[in-house]
Nanobody
Framework: QVQLVESGGGWVQPGDSLRLSCAASGRTFSTYTVGWFRQAPGKERDFVAAIRRSGGNTDTSFDGSVKGRFTISRDSANNMWSLQMNSLKPEDTAVYYC????????????????????WGQGTQVTVSS
């Protein structure tokens, strides 16, 4: 069984940066797909970004609303993944979730929730002046 725990959320002002972390336990992922999703109040949960690694190849995918502002990476030593969020906007306010799955084939890391097997509990990000 895999457990995912998000951290790093908080309140920031527009234009600020924030780094979210997703710590995995119960299994070491050498091949993995990890995604970040977010859910704003009264809205459905949406895809944010994902990273996929198999062998020596790593690829990423981003929602258009965050492309160029957010990056996703892995800290292999600590079995953690990070979502670096820059130039934050009020519309980025949401609960952010990380999700993981062993492997999903395709031209890019998956964007659909149903592709992921494991989910964290979420961390709140609020962007407001």
């Amino acid at each position: 069984q895999v457990q995912l725990v998000e951290s790093g959320g908080g309140w920031v002002q527009p234009g600020d940066s924030l780094r979210l972390s997703c710590a995995a336990s119960g299994r070491t992922f050498s091949t993995y797909t990890v995604g970040w999703f977010r859910q704003a109040p009264g809205k459905e949960r949406d895809f944010v970004a994902a990273i996929r690694r198999s062998g020596g190849n790593t690829d990423t995918s981003f929602d258009g609303s965050v492309k160029g502002r957010f990056t996703i990476s892995r800290d292999s030593a600590n079995n953690m993944w990070s979502l670096q969020m820059n130039s934050l906007k009020p519309e980025d306010t949401a609960v952010y979730y990380c999700a993981a799955v062993w492997w999903v084939a395709g031209p890019e890391p998956p964007r659909a929730e149903y592709e992921y097997d494991y989910w964290g509990q979420g961390t709140q990000v609020t962007v407001s002046s």
